[in-house]
């Protein structure tokens, strides 16, 4: 008889190991390139020359810089909360607010995240599952906050 190796698969939370108020730190961090902004802008017809236009963004105050995408900062403070809290347990994002961007993200940046968790309720119409709401902050690599969001999601119990 051989013995079979115990196996653990990565997943995110399920609803009940949830708790409010503990702030859930993502890690690794990104770094954003160049390229990361570029490919993102272009890909979603972002034509705003902030984004694209080195020689523009050079000559405006007060940057004198590209900025990165707002939408690729918010994509990627959702995108370093995935593996620790939702991988496989979420249904579905029921929707986002609160959405700012306190200061810009540059080229060369690092992002990091955390998330605290604001309420948690059992959904009253999907048996197993339950509604939490997230309270996600970004973080340069100088601590200061580059981007904040709510969102609501939709998230499965654990299997019985």
Do not use: C
């Amino acid at each position: 008889m051989t013995d079979t190796p115990r196996r653990i698969v990565q997943r995110g939370l399920w609803f009940e190991e949830f708790e409010i108020g503990v702030v859930y730190e993502h890690r690794p961090g990104r770094t954003i390139t160049e390229a990361d902004n570029v490919l993102f802008t272009t890909l979603t017809m972002n034509t705003q020359a902030l984004h694209l236009d080195a020689a523009f963004s050079d000559q405006l105050p007060p940057f004198h810089q590209r900025l990165v995408n707002s939408m690729f900062t918010l994509s990627t403070l959702i995108g370093l909360s995935v593996a620790q809290l939702t991988q496989g347990t979420i249904v579905a994002n029921l929707g986002f607010s609160e959405v700012a961007f306190p200061k810009p993200l540059f080229h060369g940046d690092t992002m990091y995240a955390e998330t605290v968790v604001t309420d948690k309720r059992e959904s009253k119409s999907r048996p197993g599952e339950g509604i939490l709401t997230f309270a996600h902050t970004a973080r340069n690599q100088h601590g200061d906050i580059v981007a904040t969001a709510v969102r609501k999601t939709l998230v499965r119990k654990e299997p019985a």
